[in-house]
T-cell receptor, first 116, second 114 residues
Framework: EAGVVQSPRYKIIEKKQPVAFWCNPI?????LYWYLQNLGQGPELLIR????????DSQLPKDRFSAERLKGVDSTLKIQPAELGDSAVYLC??????????????FGAGSRLTVL | AQSVTQLDSHVSVSEGTPVLLRCNYS??????LFWYVQHPNKGLQLLLK??????LVKGINGFEAEFKKSETSFHLTKPSAHMSDAAEYFC????????????FGTGTRLKVLA
């Protein structure tokens, strides 16, 4: 079984430029999460999807961040324009509400963003 | 409301000695608790989970954790540290009320000395 796939793994951009991250969750996982992880800290939730519906986006800075999961499978997180403080690792995770692994988060390797 | 506190930001042990990483939690509901490990430049990997079954939970790579409701703790232990255990460890709490909100601790960096 393929795990959660994220791309790109690394991205370096100038401030004020746009950037997008892509995530393909585990097949059959209906819930998808985007987390932000700053250096030396634990992940913090940005947005959670149940299928194609964003059910928790309270921590997403909506002035510059946007996300979509149009067909309830893969998802894209966008930042426009990027700021220096956005330098961090963006983690995608997915989970299922069925089976022995229900409600256990499986993470991708992350996308490390550096804003210059 | 839920919260989780990892009591040590850094822990150093010698190879072959026991590991103890401490975690206290707060939850308004019966919690689910998890430990994840993150090796450098890698994603988070599940070590073990507690979901209201046995209070002593065994995970991968020889790790285990004990849920103590009276102490609101979920400490992670391993009898004998290996060099490959050096990583960042995160304690996570989630309410079982169906909100699927996972709160991560700030992490404990484990260093294993040869």
């Amino acid at each position: 079984e393929a795990g959660v796939v994220q791309s790109p793994r690394y991205k370096i951009i100038e401030k004020k430029q746009p950037v997008a991250f892509w995530c393909n969750p585990i097949s059959g996982h209906n819930t998808l999460y985007w987390y932000l992880q700053n250096l030396g800290q634990g992940p913090e939730l940005l947005i959670r999807y149940e299928n194609e519906e964003a059910v928790d986006d309270s921590q997403l800075p909506k002035d510059r961040f946007s996300a979509e999961r149009l067909k309830g499978v893969d998802s894209t997180l966008k930042i426009q324009p990027a700021e220096l403080g956005d330098s961090a690792v963006y983690l995608c995770a997915s989970s299922s509400n069925r089976g022995s692994g229900a409600n256990v988060l499986t993470f991708g390797a992350g996308s490390r963003l550096t804003v210059l | 409301a839920q919260s989780v506190t990892q009591l040590d930001s850094h822990v150093s042990v010698s190879e072959g000695t026991p590991v103890l990483l401490r975690c206290n939690y707060s939850s308004s509901y019966s919690p689910s608790l998890f430990w994840y490990v993150q090796h450098p430049n890698k994603g988070l990997q599940l070590l073990l989970k507690y979901t209201s079954a046995a209070t002593l939970v065994k995970g991968i790579n020889g790790f285990e954790a004990e849920f103590k409701k009276s102490e609101t703790s979920f400490h992670l232990t391993k009898p004998s540290a290996h060099m490959s255990d050096a990583a960042e460890y995160f304690c996570v709490v989630s309410a079982t009320s169906g909100t699927y909100k996972y709160i991560f601790g700030t992490g404990t960096r484990l260093k294993v000395l040869a």
